[in-house]
């Protein structure tokens, strides 16, 4: 909750948010071709993709 002026005004707030999507996709057996294909791709700002190899 942060005010929207500086002093005066204490009843004028506005509040925000922070709303973290997460997704989990299982490749089995992926090729090289497919870990390369994963890591190129071309995403909006704030969207973010992390690569694990087990």
Do not use: W, Y
């Amino acid at each position: 909750t942060v005010n929207r002026s500086t002093f005066v005004h204490k009843d004028s707030r506005e509040q925000f948010e922070l709303r973290v999507h997460k997704r989990l996709i299982d490749i089995l057996s992926p090729s090289q071709n497919i870990v390369e294909a994963l890591g190129n791709l071309n995403l909006p700002a704030g969207v973010d993709i992390e690569i694990k190899m087990i």
